[in-house]
């Protein structure tokens, strides 16, 4: 299995991580004419779910394209969205396939009964990794790569390679050395957070979360668009820091 890991810098952001991705690619044909020819399409949960799968949680993810099998887990408090500008890239040649993680996008709700680790994530897409055929390569931003690596510990004879980008895989940085460690900087800003979201602030919360990473201030440059989406999924902040 081939690995290719990117060298983690301060304030990521989805753009980047497709942009990176797809840097080696050829360059595409106009966007229209791959839109024309490789749609993305939703799969998600339904009773007629195109995969027919016994389970009582179904994932939801985008698809495009044909060829070999490529899946991409997006970072936190971001989506399968995080992806479309690479899926559209490299359709023509891959069958690219961008699901949702628990509480983001159209996935399925952030269990409140429990904690939810990364083998969890990873159950969740079994279903996305076996439709995209053997072997297959796995791209993973942040939260997202975490996610990569443990499924790629399940799978090792299954996945070709692997393209992480800031891996949060933070229980490795404790494992080296116990707290104060390099991860103090996020458990605090989590700390503050959760502390806004008891408060019913979702707007300081998601302040404290996305300024830690992208810097002081980046929150209130956020487009008001966006703000939304971005600020339902940091609720499930106080997961995210646990792995």
């Known amino acids: 299995m081939a690995a290719w890991r990117h060298t983690p810098r301060q304030g990521p952001s989805s753009e980047y991580s497709s942009q990176v991705a797809a840097r080696n690619c050829k360059k595409p044909p106009p966007l229209a004419e791959r839109q024309a020819a490789f749609p993305i399409k939703w799969r ?3 009773a007629d779910s195109v995969m027919e799968i016994m389970t009582t949680i179904l994932p939801s993810f985008r698809e495009a394209g044909t060829g070999p099998g490529v899946v991409c887990l997006h970072a936190n408090a971001s989506s399968s969205r995080q ?3 690479l899926m559209e890239m490299l359709a023509a040649d891959y069958r690219v396939l ?3 993680a628990y509480g983001a996008g159209k996935g399925p709700p952030w269990p409140v009964d429990r904690d939810v680790r990364l083998g969890d994530e990873v159950a969740l897409i079994e279903p996305i990794l076996a439709r995209a055929g053997r072997p297959f390569s796995l791209v993973g931003h942040s939260y997202g790569a975490a ?3 443990i499924a790629a510990l399940r799978q090792p004879r299954s996945v070709k390679a692997l393209a992480l980008y800031e891996p949060t895989l933070f ?3 404790d494992a080296e050395s116990q707290s104060p460690n390099d991860v103090d900087g996020i458990r605090n800003a989590v700390a503050l957070a959760v502390t806004a979201l008891r ?3 979702l707007n300081s919360a998601a302040q404290y979360f996305i300024d830690f990473w992208m810097g002081t201030g980046a929150w209130a440059q956020t487009p008001e668009q966006r703000r939304g989406p971005i ?3 940091i ?3 106080a997961g995210w820091a646990k792995h």
């Open 44 to 46: 998600e949960t339904s």
């Open 83 to 85: 992806w479309r500008g």
């Open 98 to 100: 961008a699901a949702d």
């Open 147 to 149: 996610v990569a690596l």
């Open 171 to 173: 229980s490795v940085v």
């Open 199 to 201: 408060a019913d602030d």
């Open 231 to 233: 600020a339902a999924s």
């Open 235 to 237: 609720a499930n902040v």
